[in-house]
């Protein structure tokens, strides 16, 4: 027997594992057979002066729970072994159902990693003339608007996807540093990079920096290019 526990997940796991083994139907698990391939397999790893992680050892209780209560003289209709018996095929199957759904589930977190979150706020809270001068929030949002479309525009065929989390925090940090070489930039020129979480993060992270008058953003023209002036950079 190939034994190691380091390819199962739980408990749970090695059991339906086994199942799987004795190529039995899921609806239809010959329970005594199951368990006394479980508890060999524990017993194997014991004799071998292995560690066996906790829960491998609770299970292996139960089972030999509804084992010593099916040698010991019963009647077919032993309520409460059957419901022990039943209970327990219940959750293996339950848990097959949980594993098919993992790989599901792994691909909707690689879909949630193009999204950046924060806590809801108010635009009305930027929308502040002393902040922005005589350019207008709605004109702001338009160029952000704009920026993510030519970000998806020039986008490669494939991309790679990766966890890391930038925050606002980070990228005010940035900005920041990005000013101790010049006292005005173009708005485009404060986003180094096309990923869309990146450029959220830029955006809310101008949009606080304004808030707080650390940065100016005005157009010298009407329809001209945006442009962002260090303002109180502390």
Known sequence: MDISLDNFQGPMDLLLHLVKKKEMDIMNIKIEIIIDEYLNYINSFEK????????????????LEIKS????????NDEE???LKENLINRIIEYEKY?????????????RLNYKTKSPTSILEYKQEQLISDLTMDTLVKAYQNFLIRIEEEKPISTKITKKEI???SQILRIKEKFKTGKRFQFDELFEKRTRPYVVATFLALLEMVRYGEIKIYQEDSFGTILCEAGDVK
Not at 49 to 63: F, G, P, R, T, W
Not at 69 to 76: A, C, G
Not at 101 to 107: D, G, I, K, M, Y
């Open 48 to 63: 071998m002066n292995l560690n066996v992680a906790s829960a491998y050892l609770v299970m292996a209780s139960e089972l």
């Open 69 to 76: 209560r099916m040698l010991l003289p019963h009647e077919d």
């Open 81 to 83: 072994l059957n419901d």
């Open 99 to 111: 594993k098919e759904l993992v790989p599901t589930f792994r691909e909707l977190e690689k879909e």
């Open 167 to 169: 925050s606002i925090e």
